[in-house]
């Protein structure tokens, strides 16, 4: 799910991610999962780490049974231990059968993914038709943004931040009608499967 060098860097802080990450915003996440075009019921997490944004949306209380996928083991241990699902995956062979979630979410991770136009497919391909994917990321067209993609380059990571327009035209290409719902540092964008 995450480049080699992204994945040693989560597991080595794994235990004081949290500390150092503020907690998920769950407003916009529940807005975009609001945006499908079928009941939500499972949710899944992708790159979720420690569970943030599972639990963000669990203390929404929108009735969505989140589940954290991710590749790194330290992270998953902390997700488990909020009591949330979580299983070992990657972005870009989800260990999910087709047709097998209503919804998804990737909340600051996307830029972390070796390769995020296969990612996106097969979130296509997990999602039942009108089914939604809700991606928060960072702008690297904001002082902010290009701050952080310099930053997380300069301790070895491989990140790829895209300015909302770009990822609008990569889940488009993946079979997506897109709305960008909020823009700043980070920008939400939901994106519905067809039904």
Same mark, same amino acid.
């Given at each position: ?26 407003? #916009? ?43 790194? #083991? ?122």
């Amino acid at each position: 799910m995450y480049n080699s060098g992204d994945r040693g860097f989560f597991e080595l802080v794994a235990p004081l991610y949290d500390l150092a990450m503020p907690a998920a915003e769950s407003n #916009p996440l529940s807005g975009g999962l609001a945006r499908a075009q079928r009941p939500v019921d499972r949710v899944l997490d992708l790159g979720g780490g420690t569970g943030r944004a599972s639990a963000a949306i669990r203390a929404a209380g929108d009735h969505h049974e989140p589940v954290v996928v991710d590749a790194t #083991p330290g992270m998953l241990s902390v997700a488990r231990g909020r009591s949330l699902e979580a299983v070992t995956g990657d972005a870009g062979q989800l260990p999910v059968r087709s047709d097998g979630a209503d919804g998804a979410v990737i909340v600051d991770a996307l830029h972390h993914f070796p390769d995020a136009a296969l990612a996106l497919e097969e979130t296509a391909r997990v999602l039942r038709p009108g089914g939604v994917v809700v991606i928060r990321e960072f702008d690297p067209g904001h002082p902010l943004g290009g701050l952080l993609a310099v930053g997380e380059r300069a301790i070895g990571m491989n990140s790829l931040l895209m300015r909302p327009a770009t990822l609008v035209g990569e889940l488009e290409t993946a079979g997506f009608q897109t709305e960008i719902l909020d823009r700043g540092f980070t920008y939400t964008i939901a994106a519905t499967l067809p039904s």
